[in-house]
């Protein structure tokens, strides 16, 4: 084999071309061009690679002269080659550049270089390079394909030799970009003619580099050595070899194909500018951006995402030098591309926070900056919601870091609280961010509610207006000296006499002066014309005076040189008979100035300016002061105002679906709360319910929040964190309600349970606060007592070991003073007894003769006859307290009752002389004055409201503490029994195990029925009998509420109403017994909150006897519709938790919940809403529901408007999603036309298919039920709706079903205008007879003519939802109820009081069983 060798010392005749094309160097194209000669096999190239080793040994690395074939013959070979040999190549290749940059410096350093040795040196240069930047790419095209096929599977490993190589590479790749960089730092263009570097020698290193840049893990962090090599090499390549346009180009094209190269060329663009200073290839890549059209962007492929990242993180790294270009970026903010307006916005905004910030900008600069905030203002409204996003996520960051002018605070903030109403969450969430940086950055103070504001600013406005008056009737009219106003204008009137007394020779300046001057000379003639006409020199002297005095210099000029013509004698132009600039001046002077004599007649009123300076300043300085104050206390209740708007709508962003909004908003609470914003407290206890939240991320959000705000204080002192705690805490629990109370507990349960080292000093806090050691106000000292009975949760004996303390001081001697704080003391009691500790051992009860008991009936019994409006609260939690606490509580109880009756008795006694038998009480304070009549008729009701409660919680304790205790006993007893039982023999236990345990399990549940049993029967028998004390109050509660006319007294009928349903709740005979007077109160009584109450009691009553109350429940639907809203509200709320609870059935009656949706009160409506939204999670509750709800609503007798209707179906038809269900309506709604009677019932119908989401198969369904509908068509009503339905099926369908949708249209427009009858051809009605008979067995039929069978009534067939039988869409008929008997609540009734009471006849007579029968059959027994 040959090849071509060449010595040294040999004068070399050939130059090196880098080829275009790896082969051009086998072919000959000019004279003196290098040509290899010969091409290695791969079999011998190790032994040719030795031989390169060894020459590079002994020469250097100009052996790369004589042993280019050999690299060369690698590539040329590459896919056949061993990986070792090219690695090895690669190594001789490193060593070579290397070695050539070690050497080169000397050479380029000589001034005197011979030209062979020069050529010598450039040929190894180029050929080392080119060998070793082709190489490169080699190796990197095999890794990327090496590093596809040994891609990790499914256990995660790599191919190990594959593995290995990728290994290998990484590092050998950098020691090839760091040999390029130290030869290419080197001048080495004077190795070139001209020092001109060829084109391709530069385009060899720059195609390496950029290959290198496609590898997808170049943007990775390992990667960041070899990512920082290739930009250095390239900005050396850039500065120093004329690449700035290539780079440029190649950035672009890289960026549109490459994602992920984003990052890596804002960081390359970033260097290129700053390390090299190449500042134009911002210009050049911003310039290249900037030229793409908005059409261009738009498509897919465009790289739009990669161009929006790259002008991002370039921003972030060199924002100031974007400033020159930014106009070329601004024009795609009008452009469709919406990355490209954020990235654009992003742009601007990092400008404003690092460029264009702070006081020191010159006017350019704060031009430039007023200018970017308009345009991101603007964009806060942009089309796209990523968009407004984004710019809201810029503002942030720009209050964030103080960059914006307060002169914007204002109106930027009021923009943050309109986005808060944004449809976008991330929008929304945006906002929230803003609105928190600028509360925490904010200059004004947030302490301050608008309110609180309100005067000062009033007070200083006013200050600030006097101020102003008196400075204006204080300033002084001054008189400026004649003689400075001579000296102010001289310099300009003498260069206009020397114009006017100097002849002018050159015509064109002359030609020029006329044309300018020559409509003002005409005026000025006119003028002087005017002053001649005046016969006296001192008034000419005057005129020119007020010539001077308005800066009309010629004209006062020329009339003082014509008025010496007119007045030779006159001493005034005396001295101008030598006329000459001195000697004008000189007269005009004294014209101007005058004699002492004249000054005040040719001095003139000017401005008014200070004589005495210092005080002027003075006072001027103090107006400017009043002038800011009242300007700041503008902005603050500005900002005071939007604040208060923005917690309302944040507030109210809490109980959103959305977790994340609603963990913004929580951390929006903290934020607020944390700066101490007026009203900031609203929030952190509107949240404080999410503790019991299902989704775990929310719950989180509240307790960190909780714990962050109150539970981790700060102080000096163990003693001060613990006061700063309790502080804390009491704030939050002043005026807090009960529910806020409950929820408090979860998170200072959890402070107590856990081992802190301020819990005891808090105890110990809590307890001087309530005991009054420390001074503190009663809000503080209820706070101080529930927070201890929230510690005994967690420790019993927090409470347990001061019991008689609190007894002392909550229930002693004072107790009638503060009922609240008795109350509050209770309920903390209540957290030591089993019933809230869930204890499964022994009860923890107290004996009878315990000091609690004895203070809480004492107290209880004196407060039945006082009138304080919180003794009730307070009676309830006790007996609550003594029901769970006290042994044998029913006889505390019973004395109880007695002792509070004989005191109401003896009162009654002594201010009127009455019967004192106790059924007669009542009767007798009618008697009495009006004074002890209300007295009498308040302490009666409180009276009847402890009996409610005593009956209440004896159920519950029978139910609950008795029943709880048989249990334990009887499964003490048995393992006792167990015990006392010897050990059987193991075959015996084996072989009868199983019918052991059956037979247990039967003993066990039989003895627990008959435990129940014992229970019911105890209910059913003795808590009313006549030995009992509750039945004694019975027959009064029953007159109380039979007759509201003879006591009408609110207080009293609420309490007699609300302890009637407490007895009723004892067995299923009382409330049997006692049913249709509930019902009668809850219908016909005058009083909203006995109405109220009568919703919540019967709702009890039917968790509890739901067999008695089914057939009244139309009844209670009926409160829906009642004319108070409180009621309203209270029946929806009842009538929720009953149906959701599956305790009622779901009927038709609930179109009356469906009209709640159009109620006026918000809350009311949103309460509906809610139970669509539960009841729609329940299987097809709501699509089995709509046509009852339907034909109910537009029933015509309803009177209810077609925009209510409307409004109503659309919300109900949201939750019809599945193709199935919309099916089967538009078929039910299709053959509801046959029995509809009125054109408003056909609408209301049509209407109601159009809401539907149709689909291809819901269609067709339309079609088939053709008949139907077609013969009402002609009303525009029908026909429109159902012509919206073609429009909605029309886009976006195929084209053959859109072929189907436009025939039906058609059809249906041709009925509309021309009647079904001119429509119908013979054809057709074969085709429909046709089709009418094959689908006869699958569609339902049409239902006959009632003109030939009996009507039918109501009651007599059930609609049935799943059955085809057409019978089953009738739309029943509104039944007529026979009228209701009028009662007249007077209280002068002499008739009989049980008359009030619902008439026979009115009572429900069926009662429902569970399992109950259907309707039909039922009526027919």
């Not at 490169?136 to 096929?149: A, N, W």
């Amino acid at each position: 084999m040959f090849s071509l060798i060449f010595f040294p010392d040999a004068e070399m005749s050939w130059d090196f071309i880098v080829p275009v094309c790896i082969d051009d160097l086998l072919k000959t194209e000019g004279i003196n061009q290098y040509v290899v000669q010969d091409v290695v096999p791969p079999k011998q190239l190790p032994s040719y690679l030795s031989k390169f080793k060894a020459a590079l040994r002994s020469r250097g690395p100009l052996c790369i002269l004589e042993h280019f074939d050999t690299g060369y013959s690698v590539l040329q070979c590459c896919n056949s080659v061993e990986l070792g040999v090219k690695e090895d190549t690669l190594e001789l290749l490193v060593q070579v550049v290397s070695g050539l940059a070690a050497s080169l410096p000397a050479l380029l350093a000589s001034t005197a270089v011979p030209a062979a040795e020069r050529k010598e040196k450039l040929n190894a240069v180029k050929m080392s390079v080119y060998l070793l930047c082709k190489l490169t790419e080699t190796l990197e095209s095999d890794s990327h394909r090496q590093s596809i096929i040994t891609a990790p599977g499914k256990g995660g490993k790599k191919g190990k030799a594959g593995g290995e190589g990728l290994l290998q590479w990484d590092t050998e790749r950098e020691k090839v970009l760091q040999a390029l960089v130290q030869l290419l730092q080197l001048d080495i263009r004077s190795l070139w003619n001209l020092s001109l570097v060829e084109e391709e020698f530069i385009s060899c290193v720059t195609c390496c580099c950029y290959k290198l840049l496609e590898n997808p893990t170049i943007s990775h962090v390992k990667s960041k050595p070899t990512r920082d090599c290739i930009i250095h090499l390239l900005g050396v390549l850039i500065r120093k070899y004329n690449h700035l346009l290539g780079a440029s180009v190649k950035v672009i094209q890289l960026l549109q194909h490459f994602e992920q190269l984003s990052s890596v060329f804002a960081q390359a663009v970033s260097v290129w500018s700053t390390e090299y200073g190449v500042r134009a290839i911002i210009g050049e890549v911003i310039r290249e951006i900037g030229q793409r059209s908005s059409e261009e962007l738009a498509r897919e492929g465009s790289g739009v995402k990669a161009f929006a990242s790259f002008l991002s993180e370039l921003s972030a790294l060199v924002p100031e030098l974007l400033i020159p270009n930014i106009s070329v970026l601004i024009t795609h903010l009008e452009g469709e591309s919406h990355a490209m307006r954020v990235a654009v916005c992003e742009v601007l905004g990092e400008i404003l926070v690092r460029v264009l910030c702070g006081d020191g900008l010159d006017e350019s600069g704060k031009a430039d900056r007023d200018r970017f905030f308009d345009t991101l203002q603007e964009h806060l409204h942009d089309t796209h919601s990523h968009v407004r996003a984004r710019v809201l996520q810029v503002y942030t960051r720009i209050v964030n870091s103080k960059a914006l002018p307060l002169c914007r605070y204002s109106e930027v903030m009021e923009l943050a609280v309109g986005r808060l109403m944004d449809k976008s969450i991330n929008a929304v969430k945006s906002a929230i961010q803003l609105l928190a940086a600028f509360i925490a950055h904010n200059p004004y103070s947030c302490k301050l509610s608008s309110a609180d504001l309100k005067k000062p600013l009033e007070k200083e406005t006013a200050k600030l207006r006097e101020m102003k008056e008196k400075l204006q009737g204080k300033a002084p009219v001054a008189v400026i000296k004649a003689s400075e106003l001579w000296a102010a204008m001289e310099p300009e009137l003498l260069v206009t006499v020397r114009t006017e007394l100097e002849p002018t020779s050159e015509a064109e300046k002359e030609k020029q002066q006329q044309q300018q001057q020559q409509q003002e000379e005409e005026d000025e003639d006119r003028d002087v014309e005017e002053d001649e006409e005046e016969g006296d020199d001192r008034a000419t002297a005057v005129k020119i005076a007020q010539y001077l005095r308005v800066n009309k210099y010629r004209n006062a000029v020329r009339l003082c040189v014509r008025a010496h013509t007119c007045f030779p004698e006159s001493e005034m132009f005396a001295s101008l008979s030598t006329l000459t600039p001195e000697t004008l001046m000189y007269t005009l002077a004294l014209i101007f100035k005058g004699s002492e004599e004249d000054a005040a007649e040719i001095s003139q009123n000017l401005p008014p300016t200070p004589q005495k300076e210092g005080e002027k300043e003075g006072e001027d300085g103090e107006l400017k002061k009043q002038e800011m104050l009242v300007q700041y206390l503008r902005d603050t209740e500005t900002f005071a105002l939007q604040v208060e708007r923005a917690i309302s709508v944040i507030n109210s962003m809490l109980y959103w679906k959305t977790t994340s909004v609603v963990q913004e908003a929580v951390q929006f609470c903290v934020t607020v709360c944390e700066f101490s914003v007026a009203n900031s407290i609203s929030g952190v206890r509107k949240m404080l319910p999410l503790v019991w939240s299902t989704d775990a991320a929310i719950k989180d959000a509240v307790v960190q929040a909780y714990r962050r705000l109150y539970l981790n204080p700060q102080g000096d002192t163990v003693r001060m964190k613990a006061q700063t705690l309790v502080d804390s805490l009491s704030e939050l629990m002043v005026d807090a309600s009960l529910g806020t109370i409950q929820c408090l507990e979860e998170i200072v349960q959890e402070f107590f349970g856990s081992s802190s080292s301020l819990q005891s000093t808090v105890v110990q806090v809590l307890w001087e606060r309530f005991t009054g050691k420390r001074e503190t106000s009663g809000l503080h000292r209820r706070a101080a007592v529930l927070l201890l009975g929230m510690a005994a949760r967690a420790e019993r004996e927090v409470v347990l070991s001061n019991l008689d303390t609190l007894c002392s001081v909550a229930l002693g001697e004072k107790v009638t003073e503060d009922f609240l704080l008795a109350r509050d003391a209770v309920i903390t009691i209540c957290s030591i007894t089993d019933h809230v500790r869930q204890s499964k051992g022994a009860p923890f009860r107290l004996p009878q003769e315990h000091q609690l008991f004895t203070c809480l009936t004492q107290a209880i019994a004196e407060g039945v006859v006082m009138e304080d409006p919180y003794w009730q609260s307070f009676m309830e939690q006790a007996v609550r307290l003594i029901y769970f606490l006290a042994e044998s509580p029913d006889q505390l109880c019973s004395r109880l009752l007695q002792r509070s009756a004989r005191l109401l008795q003896d009162q009654i006694a002594e201010g009127v002389e009455i019967n004192k038998d106790a059924g007669q009480m009542q009767d007798g304070s009618q008697e009495s004055n009006e004074q002890g009549e209300q007295v009498n008729c308040v302490c009666l009701a409180q009276l009847l409201a402890l009996c409610g409660c005593v009956a209440f919680w004896q159920v519950s304790h029978l139910e609950r503490s008795v029943s709880t205790e048989l249990r334990r006993r009887r499964g003490e007893t048995e393992e006792r029994e167990e015990k006392e039982k010897g050990p059987s023999s193991k075959a015996k236990q084996a072989a009868n195990e199983s019918a052991m345990e059956e037979e247990l399990g039967l003993i066990g549940a039989s003895a627990e029925d008959t435990e129940a049993e014992l229970i019911r029967k105890i209910c059913e028998t003795e808590l009313l009998a006549e030995e009992n004390l509750l039945c004694a109050f019975l027959p009064l509660l029953v007159r109380v509420c039979s007759s509201p006319g003879r006591y009408s007294h609110p207080q009293l009928t609420t309490a007699a109403c609300l302890a009637l349903s407490q007895y009723m709740m004892i067995s299923p005979s009382a409330c049997e017994e006692n049913i249709r007077l509930m019902f009668t109160v809850l219908e016909r009584s005058a009083l909203p909150v006995v109405r109220a109450n009568a919703i919540i009691a019967l709702g009890d009553l039917t968790v509890r006897f739901p067999n008695i109350l089914e057939p009244w429940t139309q009844n209670l639907y009926a409160r829906l519709s009642d004319e108070v809203p409180s009621v309203r509200q209270t029946a929806v709320t009842v009538l929720t938790q009953l149906v959701l609870k599956d305790v009622l059935k779901v009927k038709g009656q609930v179109s009356e919940v469906a009209v709640l949706l159009i109620d006026p009160e918000p809350h009311i409506t949103s309460l509906a809403l809610n139970f669509f939204n539960e009841l729609a999670t329940k299987d097809n509750a709501i699509y089995n529901l709509l046509p009852d709800i339907i034909s109910r609503l537009s029933d015509p007798e309803r009177g209810m408007t077609s925009e209510d209707f409307n409004t109503i179906m659309k919300q109900l038809f949201s939750y019809i999603t599945k193709e199935r269900q919309t099916e089967s309506l538009v078929e039910k709604l299709c053959q509801r036309f046959r029995t509809a009677k009125t054109e408003r019932q056909w609408c209301d119908l049509a209407m109601s298919l159009s809401l539907l989401s149709m689909c291809e198969r819901g269609f067709k369904r339309l079609q088939e039920c053709w008949e139907c509908y077609s013969d009402k068509l002609t009303e525009s009503g029908v026909y429109q709706p159902l012509l919206s339905i073609t429009a909605k099926l029309r886009r976006g369908a195929k084209p053959q079903f859109k072929a189907q949708v436009e025939e039906f249209e058609k059809r249906l427009t041709a009925v509309h205008t021309r009647g079904l009858e001119n429509v119908e051809s013979p054809e057709m009605d074969e085709e429909n007879q046709k089709q009418g008979e094959s689908t006869e067995k699958t569609v339902m039929c049409t239902p006959q003519s009632t003109r030939g069978r009996p009507r039918t009534k109501r009651g007599q067939a059930k609609p049935s939802v799943s059955g085809h039988s057409s019978v089953s869409y009738v739309t029943p008929q509104k039944s007529r109820k026979s009228k209701k008997p009028v009662i007249t609540f007077s209280s002068d009734e002499e008739e009989d009081e049980e008359d009030a009471v619902m008439a026979e006849s009115e009572t429900p007579k069926v009662t429902t069983p569970i399992a109950r029968t259907s309707r039909r059959a039922r009526l027919r027994n």
